[in-house]
């Protein structure tokens, strides 16, 4: 009975610490890409690279302040820094996401594609999530990587059958598509996911 209270207490723990990095994604996300989205409405015209580097700012912020979380929750609970199978897990998610970043510079630098930028990051970071949920145990709950890439397919379904008129048959500009597509993405699901996580944390 003391162990299963003890598992049930850790697992509220995680979603708490998931939960909450998911609200702070969530918000972090729909800001910068409601950011960009006005200053395509505006008509301001931005670099390519600098759309990558602003939204590279956010995944570091992002990443530090769950590696904070973290290391509170390890001071609070007594808990290992490094839980067995957490190295394995680490790679698994890593990897589709180095990918990801190396293939989106190429195209934003050169190119200034918004778009596929945008797609390749959700492509490749639902990837990475169902990597991670080979490894990890079954309880812990981690967003579903499968809703990034159907997503992510699908939007590079309708690109695909439009090109270049991707853009325009959403009546926006490309910048103002691909932060559409980051809000949707990285924004809105991120919020659903925490609310829910938070909302049934300790049941």
Known sequence: MKATGGKTRAMSDYRGLIGSLCI????????????HFLLGQEGRLLQGIRFYWEWMGVLAFILLCGGCMWWRLVRLTGKAFWPEGSRRSIVAFLAPMVAGGIVSYELVSGYDEFE????????????????VRQIAPVSLPLPSGWKFLFIGALVTFFWRSYGAAFAPQLGVGELEAGAAIMILCFGILHLVQGAVLLLTQGK
């Open 116 to 131: 596929l930028c945008a797609l390749c990051w959700v492509m490749c970071y639902g990837a990475a999530l169902v990597s």
């Open 24 to 35: 702070l994604s969530g918000v972090l996300a729909t800001g910068m890409g409601s950011f």
